[in-house]
């Protein structure tokens, strides 16, 4: 019984410390990406709406729009769920990608930016910036790790539910750190749980095992009608929305229109989302397409009536992010977010300074091969995350600043904490 429970103590141990720099990054991002709309909200003043009784019609933004931005075209029409938030609009211009961002319920174009801390933190913690599936499938491999450290950290702890109100003190700080880490791991474990099996998800679905990724993402349908497409053409400025919004609002009842995608020429439908009745699911689980030249409807997905497994891709991000309920449950998301951060960070400190202790006393000192892996993949996530902001999003100086200002303070904490702070307290 001992042997086993020091295998399990061993290979929690490992995992939360060989892989300790990726897996700290991979849960903060995610943490920081719950709450990242309202970080747009409150840095960006262009980015705030203040909710009204009446929203302004499609076409006004419309308008107002192409009088801003006259040669550009736009990808993707973005309605989030927070009310407090303006409308987020893809513009293609010369072509370079950026944010426009429009008032829902006065149609004012109130700004535009390069790039959105919501979409920083998504890719981050999607795919760590690294090209062709790698940094996707990094990621979602901590999904499996996740679980499998929950797992190994409650048979190694005996009898764990007496220990949900116990936290030691006075005893010296490996004895903190040690009881804390415990605290806080045992009243994360429905968080830990949503977190990997939701994870898990994702890799299932990238992996497309077994067709699941065709099932739950089917194409969009297409048209019978073909129309001679022009290059030159820009369907997404020529688009009636307010009738197309009016169509899609008459096929699911209750349905609230929220992001629209216009299509990218005339044989090609308009793709219309939004929220219904349905709990929990997100946006895309309503799915309206329309014909672009007669606003026939082409295909109806409602939500009620999906099919198992895509009702469970739709509740995932919803889930995983904690958006389901609006701000209450996305903050309760924050907070256990860097719960499970935290224990990241004392289980490498408890780890390293056990180690020390063990080198101290016998006059030596070993550089683990690990941590040599963990910053040789931060490096290179890093190289790619800055050219993939230089090529990609082509973010100004000053972003570039902020952001290198962020991972230079997230260096210094590292060193002064597991360096500094660890030899001061040996």
């Known amino acids: 019984m001992k042997l ?33 709309n309202e970080m747009d909200w409150l840095f960006n003043p262009a980015m705030r709406a203040s909710p009204q009784e009446s929203l302004a019609p499609r076409n006004q933004i419309l308008k107002n729009l192409k009088e801003e931005y006259p040669t550009a075209k736009f990808t993707f029409w973005m309605r989030p769920d927070e009310p407090y938030l303006s409308d987020i609009i893809y513009l293609v211009e010369d072509g370079e990608r950026s944010y426009v961002f429009a008032n829902r319920y006065t149609g004012e174009i109130q700004g535009q930016s390069q790039l959105t801390i919501q979409r920083f933190f998504r890719d981050l913690h999607y795919y760590l910036f690294i090209p062709n599936n790698i940094g996707h499938f990094t990621v979602l491999l901590f999904g499996f790790l996740l679980l499998i450290s929950l797992i190994t950290a409650l048979l190694f702890y005996k009898k764990w539910w007496r220990k949900l109100f116990e936290l030691q003190t006075g005893k010296g700080t490996l004895v903190l750190f040690r009881s804390l880490h415990r605290l806080v ?9 949503l977190f990997s099996i939701t994870g898990i998800w994702y890799f299932l ?21 073909q129309v001679q497409a022009d290059p030159e053409a820009n369907p997404s400025y020529s688009i009636d929305y307010d009738r197309a919004v009016a169509i899609a609002e008459a096929q699911i009842p209750g349905i609230e229109v929220g992001d629209i995608i216009p299509p990218g020429n005339l044989n090609s439908p308009i793709y219309i989302t939004g929220t219904s009745a349905e709990p929990l699911v997100r946006q895309r689980a309503n799915r309206v397409y329309l014909d672009p030249v007669s606003y026939e409807v082409v295909k109806v997905q409602n939500a009620a009536e999906i099919p198992t497994a895509m009702w469970l891709n739709d509740i995932a991000d919803p889930l995983h992010f904690g958006a389901w309920g609006g701000l209450i449950t996305k903050v309760i998301w924050f907070l256990f977010g860097l719960g499970i951060s935290s224990l990241i960070l004392t289980g490498i400190w408890i780890t390293l300074k056990r180690n020390a202790i063990k080198r101290k006393k016998k006059k030596r000192r070993v550089m683990g091969i690990w941590s040599y892996i963990n910053w040789g993949i931060f490096l290179v996530f890093i190289g790619f995350m800055y050219e993939h902001l230089l090529s990609s999003y082509n973010v100004p100086l000053s972003s570039l600043v902020f952001i290198s200002a962020g991972w230079l303070l997230f260096l210094f904490l590292c060193y002064y904490i597991f360096v500094h702070r660890l030899k001061k307290a040996l």
């Not at 791991?185 to 749980?193: A, E």
């Open 4 to 36: 086993k429970k020091k295998v399990f103590f061993n290979l929690h141990s490992w995992i939360g410390t060989r892989l300790s720099i990726l897996f700290f990054i991979v849960c903060f991002s995610g943490t920081l990406a719950t709450l990242s």
């Open 185 to 193: 791991g045992l009243w994360s474990v429905p968080f830990s749980i």
């Open 205 to 225: 679905e990238r992996s497309n095992i077994n067709g699941l990724s065709d099932h739950v993402n089917p194409d969009a349908p297409k048209l019978e009608n």
